[in-house]
C-alpha cells in the first residue's frame, strides 16, 4: 500500500531537527517507501562516485542525502514552518496551515 504523506515535491520545507536544522529548500523528491524527503541544498554528503565513462570524471561527489519526513516541517508564507490541515472546498480537498487557515 501507498502512504500518504503531506508534503509533495516542490513544496517549500524548513529542517527543524538535525545538523541543517533551520535551513530551508524546496523538495526536490519524496522517497514514499523509505519515509524520506531530498531537500535542494541541504544535508549535503561527500559520496564516492566511480568513474562510469570516459568523460564523466568520477571521484568524491558531493550529493543532498535523505531526511527523515518528521524532521522537515511546511513553511507558510504568512507564518513560518507549520503543520498541515485537510478543508473541503467543494469537491476539492486543499491543504491548509493549522496556524492561520491559509491555503498552501
Do not use: W
Not at 519515509?35 to 568524491?60: E, L, P
Request: charged residues 40%; aromatic residues 2%; contains cysteine.
Amino acid at each position: 500500500m501507498n502512504k500518504k504523506f503531506k508534503i509533495r515535491k516542490d513544496d517549500m520545507v524548513e529542517i527543524i531537527a538535525g545538523k541543517d536544522k533551520g535551513k530551508r529548500g524546496a523538495v526536490v523528491r519524496v522517497v514514499r517507501d523509505k519515509d524520506r524527503v531530498i531537500v535542494s541544498g541541504c544535508n549535503i554528503v561527500k559520496k564516492a562516485m566511480k568513474k562510469r565513462s570516459q568523460q564523466d570524471a568520477g571521484g568524491i561527489a558531493e550529493i543532498e542525502a535523505p531526511l527523515h519526513i518528521s524532521n522537515v516541517a511546511i513553511v507558510c508564507k504568512k507564518c513560518g514552518p507549520t503543520r498541515i490541515g485537510y478543508k473541503l472546498d467543494g469537491d476539492k480537498k486543499l491543504r491548509v496551515c493549522r496556524k492561520c487557515g491559509d491555503t498552501l
